[in-house]
């Protein structure tokens, strides 16, 4: 049975996480069916950009823990559950996360790993893994201190406690916060303004803006402008600067 829902609107691709039954707690088939959307939208040439939400209760609250509590480190070392994460990482379209509720440990960790992150105004992040004697496993201390950097990291992980989406956005850790009742919509605005760039564009944009966050300056504006002379392989840039002199809209085919 799945536990995530499907559905695409115009350009953009959606995938809802549906277990409400466990506020959205992130077992390892929830996580194996998100990667392989993820992947299919990926592919599908329609699909410019990605959502992914979960219900107004939560988001997702983290790692399913009755699915964990008895692993052992031999079993996890074998059966290396978080690896699928790394899935996430090579997804080359963009991805933006809709947050209502709770959206914890692994939750905050899926959220990090979007691109974008739009919350509500009652949405609630942190990292409460401490709280179970745990840590951060799905790439949490790695992708939050790129983010907002150690110190407040830190501080965030080491006290598990839930931050709101006002305090997460002074840290730089989220995009936007709106009222409860407009995060879907927003999110999904975002979502079309985005999808209506020219794909290939955005493609090489998030593979350079990924790369600044991971090498030296010098390593990461080299691969800048490897992908800037790229675009200039594309129809979309000659289009595009066509339509800029010729006063006109332009209008992106993705080639
Ligand atoms: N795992 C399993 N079940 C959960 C989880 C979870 N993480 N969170 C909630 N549930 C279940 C509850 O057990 C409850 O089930 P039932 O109705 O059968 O008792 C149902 O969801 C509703 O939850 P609550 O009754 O607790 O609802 P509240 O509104 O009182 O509280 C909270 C909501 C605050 C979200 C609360 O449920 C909570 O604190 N949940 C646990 C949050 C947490 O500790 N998350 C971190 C988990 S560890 C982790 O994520 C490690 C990351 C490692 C890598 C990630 C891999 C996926």
Partial sequence: MSNIKVSTEDNVGIIQLDRPEAANALSRQVVGEIVEQLEAFDQKDSVRAIIIKGNKKAFAAGADIDEMMDDSPLSLELADPFAVWDRITLINKPIIAAVSGFALG?????????????????????????????????????????????????????????????????????????????VEEETMRLAHQVADQAPVAVRLIKEAVNEAVDTPLIEGSKLERKNFYLTFATEDQKEGMQAFTEKRKPSFKGE
């Fill in 106 to 182: 692994g939750g905050f960790e899926l959220a990090l790993h979007c691109d974008l992150i739009v919350a509500s105004e009652d949405a609630k992040f942190g990292f409460p893994e401490i709280t179970l004697g745990v840590m951060p496993g799905a790439g949490g201390t790695q992708l939050l201190t790129k983010a907002i950097g150690k110190a407040k990291t830190l501080e965030w992980i080491w006290l598990g406690k839930p931050r709101s989406a006002q305090e997460a956005l002074e840290h730089g850790a989220i995009n936007r916060v709106v009222a409860p009742e407009l």
